[in-house]
């Protein structure tokens, strides 16, 4: 039994769905829990380590006396009204300690010397519940769940007035601290926690705070989500505002002005809340917030937007590092589904694509819609050349360019650019939306080539590609040059952006703003290749021609032209592996760095964890004097 363990967390989906093979069950409104039982002592204690074991004693007291060694998973809860959960009593089991304490637990991970995380989730819940039917104590009661019939247990929650509901893949093995595709989470009403980061004088008859100042963290900073000032009484307000009083600082935790109606009173950012509210508008604010509890359960650190993904269609991909388990069930042969209002017909979903991993179609345009939301943005308003693989990467592919208008969907947008070498004007797709992007994968595009340009300013790239491509050498030596290509441009104080290639390179990436044709980009990122070869000459080249650079590391220069591509962030590379081109952080540019560490199954939990560390890259801004100036001179 190992000191601690990291509950796993569930992915928030926009649908309920049936499926089979998949369990699904209550979505409790408590404490998630952790408990673990050793030679008749229990710990009881939260996911960032936070010990329930004094103020939740009926619950330690209870699995004590299981006649075992165990670690469970559950929820700490109060049973309310109609097989509700009633959050507001088990906030003020603390002061009131009136309520019926129960551990509703869901899942166990070991038992009497033996991990069970490798069993799937239906073998563990069986041994789970003759644990649970032993003890005979209600105090403890087994989460139960009903196989196949999402959309049924949904419905019923939405009646009954419960959270949600969560469904489990039942084959699935468990994953410690990992947000899954395994594990899925339906909402019957809007939730997001927040990071409370100052409070607004209150007004008028109101005492102590007017609203709460909530934030969120993106890409490691802190951002502004809205302001929040109902779900509060007299006492509430007054509690509230004595547990701020030591987290009061003059510094705001934001980079960017926040507007208030009134005088603000700035807080270190470490008290998480959690609100309800109606939806989320354009610019990411919360509409309608509704404070519901402190969350004191959970590190402020942790705290993103929860933003939904699409439901797979089939088992997801989870190589755990390897590229040759067998990751992916069959999905069915056709589905529709409903994106950006339009309907779109996916088919031949359960082909493989990947034969070694036997990864399908239908795992990929899963794939891709769970990562819209980071790559539709280095998309938009590029014109894409597809590249089909209708087979899979064991198949003949081909080059797409111009569609025919006439045999594709009306609502597809496409950019008219006229082609010198074909003297005629092609219809390029543009991917603004998550229906075209699937609409395109299920063509066979395996990986997504934008434009470096926009098409209505195509002579402006708005990046200059540095483009390191080994030729019998190893990866390490891609490594070095990377390093070599940054010291290069910080030298000159540019900033850049790194990520790998997916296939056997990397990809550096200079922002430009659009402000440059690709003229002067072309010559800036070839004296940039030359010095970098001028100080790495035994293992880089800036030759074309393949025969003259054997053993180096090919510095392309040439990419920087009008309708040149590169494969996009997070666009996956038809590869043994399904390996991504993945965004890295300069600092993960060691000896260490795998290309095979990047795929389809793993982007997700990357992406939970850092994420899109492009986000930033059209807003960056650098020293264009600098570029002219090497450039012109």
């Not at 947000?179 to 005492?207: D, M």
């Not at 390897?322 to 088919?347: C, D, H, M, Q, Y």
């Not at 990562?371 to 539709?376: F, G, K, N, T």
């Not at 590169?566 to 043994?576: D, G, H, I, N």
Request: net charge positive; with cysteine.
């Amino acid at each position: 039994m190992k000191e601690f363990y990291k509950p796993m967390l569930a992915t928030l989906v926009d649908a309920p769905f049936d499926r089979p093979g998949w369990i699904f069950e209550t979505k409790w409104d408590g404490y998630r829990a952790i408990a673990q039982v050793e030679d008749g002592e229990a710990a009881l204690y939260s996911r960032n380590k936070l010990s329930f074991n004094e103020i939740y004693a009926p619950v330690v007291a209870a699995v004590e006396r299981i006649p075992h060694n165990v670690v469970l998973d559950g929820e700490v809860i109060i049973p309310g009204k109609g097989g509700k959960s009633d959050f507001q009593a088990l906030q003020n089991f603390k002061t009131t300690r009136k309520g019926k304490l129960t551990y509703v637990v869901f899942d166990l991970l070991y038992l009497d010397g033996h991990s069970l995380e490798d069993l799937t989730l239906l073998e563990r819940k069986t041994l789970l519940k003759q644990i649970v039917d032993q003890l005979g104590d209600p105090a403890v009661k087994f989460s139960g769940h009903v196989e196949g019939k999402g959309i049924q247990q949904f419905e019923k929650a939405r009646k009954a007035g419960w959270e949600g509901v969560i469904a489990k893949n039942g084959g699935s093995t468990y994953a410690e601290g990992g947000r899954s595709l395994n594990w899925l989470k339906v909402k019957v009403l809007n939730r997001q926690e927040a990071v409370i980061c100052g409070f607004t004088a209150p007004r008028g008859s109101r005492k102590n705070i007017g609203a709460l100042i909530l934030g969120v963290y993106e890409n490691g900073a802190m951002r502004y989500i809205g302001h929040c000032g109902g779900g509060f009484n007299e006492t509430g307000l007054k509690d509230l505002h004595t547990k701020l009083q030591p987290l009061v600082t003059n510094t705001s935790p934001f980079k960017g002005k926040i507007k208030t109606n009134m005088p603000v009173t700035w807080l270190k950012p470490q008290l998480v809340c959690e609100v309800k509210f109606s939806e989320w508008t354009n610019n990411g604010h919360l509409r309608q917030p509704i404070f519901i509890a402190l969350r004191d359960d959970k590190p402020a650190k942790s705290v993103i937007r929860e933003k939904p993904r699409h439901a797979p269609a089939s088992k997801p991909v989870d190589m755990k590092g390897s590229a040759k388990k067998e990751t992916a069930a069959p999905a069915e042969k056709e589905r529709v589904l409903k994106l950006n209002g339009k309907s779109v017909t996916l088919t031949n979903q359960q082909k493989i694509y990947w034969p070694n991993e036997k990864i399908t179609k239908g795992a990929l345009v899963d794939y891709y819609l769970s990562v819209a939301e980071v790559i539709l943005p280095h998309l938009k308003d590029r014109a894409l050349s597809l590249n089909r693989f209708p087979n899979g990467i064991a198949g003949p592919n081909f080059f797409q360019k111009d569609l025919d208008l006439e045999s594709v969907p009306s609502w597809l947008k496409t950019a008219q650019v006229w082609s010198e070498s074909s003297n005629r004007t092609i219809d390029y797709l543009v991917c603004n939306n998550e229906a075209t992007l699937a609409w395109m994968v299920n063509l066979g595009c395996i990986e997504i080539n934008p434009w470096l340009s926009r098409f209505r300013k195509p002579e402006y790239p708005d990046f200059i590609v540095i483009d390191l491509d080994p030729n019998d050498i190893a990866f390490e030596h891609v490594i070095t040059t990377a390093i070599e290509v940054r010291k290069v441009l910080e030298s000159r104080g540019i900033d850049s952006f790194v990520k790998t290639s997916g296939s056997r390179g990397m990809h550096i990436y200079i922002p430009t703003g659009a402000k440059h044709p690709f003229d002067t980009c072309k010559l800036f990122a070839e004296f940039v290749a030359t010095e970098v070869n001028a100080r790495l000459p035994e293992t880089t080249s800036i030759i074309r021609t393949k025969s003259k650079r054997k053993e180096m590391v090919y510095i392309d220069f040439l990419q920087n032209r009008s309708g040149q591509t590169v494969a996009a962030p997070y666009s996956v590379r038809p590869k043994p592996g399904a390996t991504v081109s993945a965004p890295l952080e300069w600092k993960e540019v060691t000896k260490k760095l795998r290309m095979e560490d990047y795929h389809m199954g793993n982007i997700g939990k990357r992406l939970d964890k850092k994420g899109d560390l492009w986000a930033n890259i059209l807003t960056a801004k650098n020293d264009l004097k600098a570029i002219l100036k090497v450039t012109e001179g």
